[in-house]
């Protein structure tokens, strides 16, 4: 029999989109885990499955943090799990269809398993018509909670166990600044550590300002709090991660900014430093300086440019036009010699002509990226760009996106095998999935490579010359830390 469904919260559009000023609590609660969830905990296992972006990767990180600190174990696969969470993603259609999939699957084994648990949390859930289909159609989730209150998960847990009812609790939120969360990070050498959430750009396709409220930035001395303690426990790589880390400081008013937060994390020591993602519209030339001067942040820049085309990029509400962005690149290849960028694209924005599109392809070209992601604009509910009429069939567009693909590709393929011959520092992530007497490894410019080598140079940064390119990873050997160029 279907069990009783416990509204608490529910996430609500106008909400979400509220911006009125408010004031931003740092929240620093003491963790308190309930005892009971404690009993029920012991001998109990969990599995959390992420998509999305870095800012969920770290999220799952938190959730893993509350769970064992109760006690729950992690395993490898569902069927072994006694508690489930999907930490979902809602950016395009594609990756939520991929949740309702797994869920049809969970379905299945729940009846085989009548007291698993199965939890869904993240971006897809802060949207009421999700909420709504998965109260209707998914009977069998007994969890849903979002992205504002992870740092309550135990004690939602030991109501679903005590209550044996269902809970939904997804509030929209202007949103908060939880420090203190317990953490079991996923990667023993290579940490994200957040420095912002939400965000206030709406770009009119996106529906991260809704899923993820308001932009906040986390105050200094926590982040570098968190990044001297990573060092001091040997990470050699720390990733900052916001959706517009330009944007880092501007809620203080009092002049802080990501340049100085990138030169107090470079200042910590860490081995290598990176950043995403970056946003055209606030770089600075104080942050390009800023990335040129210390030899410990990675000189690869993501700056997504989503369409070549003034008037697409008005519609999308970017903030900037072809011709600001090629001057920023310019002004960023000035500074920094032997610059990597990557970018993200969207084909197919509502009425998009095809001389618009050429205009994409022409950046492309122009700009010369190392790896642009590429993805077919996808609808969201509630977002401006979703009310927008729309000429362009399905058909074109995808024509479109394998067009822009074959372009992306060949000048990727150009900026890989320009590497080829040298000799590059690598950090040394483990065993390749593909062969385990090969190891995986990233140079500085974020490519992967492949190279004979046993496990116990895991987490270490070594030499490698490139040999081989097979345009998105390279191949190498490894080279006498004395031998390197
Ligand atoms: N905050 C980052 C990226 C966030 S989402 C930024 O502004 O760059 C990552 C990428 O997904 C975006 O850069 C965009 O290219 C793509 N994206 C976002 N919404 C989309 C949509 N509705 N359809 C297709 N792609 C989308
Ligand atoms: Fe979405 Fe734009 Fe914000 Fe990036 S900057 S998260 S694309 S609204
Ligand atoms: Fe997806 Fe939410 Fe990130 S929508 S891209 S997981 S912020």
Redesign the pocket.
């Known amino acids: 029999m279907a069990k009783v469904i416990d509204i608490i919260d529910k996430p609500d559009l106008d909400k979400a989109r509220s911006r009125v000023r408010q004031e931003i609590p740092v929240v620093r609660d003491e963790i308190v885990v309930p005892e009971r969830l404690r009993e029920y905990a012991f001998g109990r296992r969990y599995f959390i499955r992420t998509y999305g972006?870095q800012a969920n990767v770290r999220d799952e990180e938190h959730m893993r943090g509350y769970l064992e600190l109760a006690g729950f174990t992690s395993v490898q696969e569902e069927s072994l799990a006694d508690l489930v969470i999907i930490n979902t993603c809602a950016?395009?259609e594609n990756a939520e269809d991929k949740v309702f999939g797994e869920l049809g699957l969970l379905k299945t084994l729940k009846t085989q398993k009548p007291d698993m648990i199965i939890a869904v949390a993240g971006c897809m859930v802060q949207q009421t018509h999700i909420v709504d289909k998965i109260t209707q159609v998914y009977r069998h989730v007994d969890l849903m909670f979002g992205t504002h209150n992870i740092h309550h998960l135990l004690e939602l847990l030991d109501e679903v166990y005590e209550k044996r009812v269902r809970i939904v609790n997804v509030p929209s939120k202007y949103g908060e600044i939880i420090e203190n969360m317990p953490t079991k990070r996923t990667h023993r050498y290579k940490a994200f550590v957040n420095i912002m959430y939400g965000?206030d750009?709406f770009?009119t396709?996106?529906?991260?300002p809704y899923t993820r409220g308001k932009e906040r930035s986390r105050h200094l001395p926590d982040i570098i709090q968190e990044c001297k303690q990573l060092v001091d426990e040997g990470y050699q790589e720390i990733t900052l991660v916001g959706?517009?880390v330009n944007s880092y400081g501007k809620d203080f008013k009092d002049g802080t900014d990501f340049a100085q937060l990138l030169q107090a994390v470079a200042e910590t020591g860490i081995p290598r430093l990176r950043f995403m993602?970056?946003?055209p519209w606030d770089f600075t030339d104080a942050m390009i300086d800023t990335i040129a001067k210390y030899d410990n942040i990675m000189k690869h820049i993501?700056l997504?440019f989503?369409a070549g085309d003034d008037m697409v990029l008005r519609l999308m509400a970017r903030r900037y036009t072809v011709a600001s962005y090629t001057d920023l690149v310019r002004r960023m290849r000035e500074r920094i010699p032997n610059l990597t960028l990557t970018t993200?694209?969207?084909v197919g924005f509502p009425n998009e002509t095809e001389e618009q599109f050429q205009g994409t392809l022409a950046l492309v070209k122009e700009i010369a990226f190392d790896a642009c992601?590429t993805?077919?604009?996808?609808?969201?509910k509630g977002?401006p760009?979703f009310k927008m009429m729309d000429n362009v069939t399905l058909e074109e567009k995808q024509d479109r996106f394998y067009r822009l693909k074959e372009v992306v590709d060949a000048i990727a393929k150009e900026r890989a095998e320009v590497m080829v011959g040298g000799i590059y520092p690598v950090l040394v992530d483990g065993i390749s999935k593909r062969k385990d007497d090969m190891l995986s490894a990233y140079t500085e410019n974020a490519k992967l490579v492949h190279f004979k080598g046993d496990a116990s140079l895991t987490g270490k940064i070594v030499y490698v010359r490139i040999q081989e390119s097979n345009v998105y990873t390279l191949f190498g050997e490894r080279v006498d830390d004395g031998a390197r160029a």
Do not use: M
Request: proline share 7%; net charge positive; glycine share 0%.
């Open positions: 972006c950016i395009r965000c750009k770009c396709y996106c529906i991260v959706q517009n993602t970056s946003h993501h997504p989503q993200d694209i969207i992601y993805f077919i604009y996808s609808p969201r977002t760009a």
